[in-house]
């Protein structure tokens, strides 16, 4: 079944991508396989599949599972980070898409510094400012960024934002839309020691929509997986 879920959010990913108006429709599109609350035998049936990247929301959850899982694949840090984890951030992932302070910039430009790694990041954008959510808000956005560009141990390569839970999910619409301009803005942006290439936004409920309004990367869990176990 989950083999069957990947290769049929994959197609709608290509239907997506026929759909678009404003973005190349050849556009390529990394799907992440968010493997929060799934088992190693769930996440290995997805890389059999064709999964080349799999998200995790908690650093401890991710630990658990790198040492047994036996299988390449690339892991991104989709969720919330604490500063005092920085330092196992940076050993474990090899891309952060939430990097939503200069604080936790700092951090993992420190912890990166002490492996003598260049850890590959994204600026979290909080475009609707829910409180519940973090992120960087968009007037605050371009010091941040010019933060993370000088950092010697960061590598800027884009945004991230996740977009409110709608009941109607077209009303995600606008704000990726929004997130779009931003990110094609951000990319005549001055920043030497950056490559703005990703935009990180849709998740199961809104990842057409998402990729229909310019998404190059989305965080797919539910629709591969079924339900959490929790």
Same mark, same amino acid.
């Given at each position: 079944m989950?083999?069957?879920?990947?290769?049929?959010v994959m197609a709608e990913i290509e239907a997506a991508k026929a759909r678009r108006t404003r973005v190349?429709?050849?556009?390529?599109v990394q799907l992440v396989a968010?493997?929060?609350?799934?088992?190693?035998?769930?996440?290995?049936?997805?890389?059999?599949?064709?999964?080349t990247d799999v998200g995790e929301n908690r650093i401890q959850e991710a630990m658990g599972k790198y040492d047994v899982l036996d299988r390449d694949v690339t892991w991104?840090?989709?969720?919330h980070l604490q500063t005092n984890k920085a330092k196992y951030a940076v050993k474990y992932f090899s891309l952060i898409h939430s990097v939503d302070t200069p604080h936790l910039a700092r951090a993992? @430009?420190? !912890? %990166?510094?002490?492996?003598?790694?260049?850890?590959?990041?994204?600026?979290?954008?909080n475009l609707a400012k829910e409180a519940s959510k973090s992120g960087v808000?968009?007037?605050?956005?371009?010091?941040?960024?010019?933060?993370?560009?000088?950092?010697p141990h960061l590598h800027l390569v884009g945004l991230m934002c996740i977009a409110p839970?709608?009941? @109607?999910? !077209? %009303?995600?619409?606008?704000?990726?839309?929004?997130?779009?301009?931003?990110?094609?803005?951000?990319?005549?942006?001055?920043?030497?020691a950056s490559n703005i290439k990703y935009l990180s936004m849709g998740?199961?409920?809104?990842?057409?929509?998402?990729?229909?309004?310019?998404?190059?990367?989305?965080?797919?869990?539910?629709?591969i997986f079924g339900p959490r176990q929790y």
């Open positions: 989950i083999a069957e879920n990947f290769h049929q190349l429709k050849d556009a390529p968010v493997t929060k609350n799934h088992d190693v035998a769930a996440m290995r049936e997805a890389i059999d599949a064709g999964a991104h840090l989709i969720g993992l @430009d420190k !912890e %990166a510094g002490k492996l003598g790694k260049v850890q590959d990041v994204l600026v979290q954008v808000y968009k007037e605050d956005l371009r010091p941040m960024l010019e933060l993370v560009d000088s950092l839970n709608y009941e @109607d999910v !077209e %009303a995600c619409r606008p704000l990726f839309h929004e997130m779009y301009e931003i990110f094609q803005k951000v990319k005549e942006i001055p920043l030497p998740m199961t409920h809104d990842y057409r929509i998402a990729v229909e309004e310019g998404a190059n990367i989305v965080r797919v869990g539910t629709a």
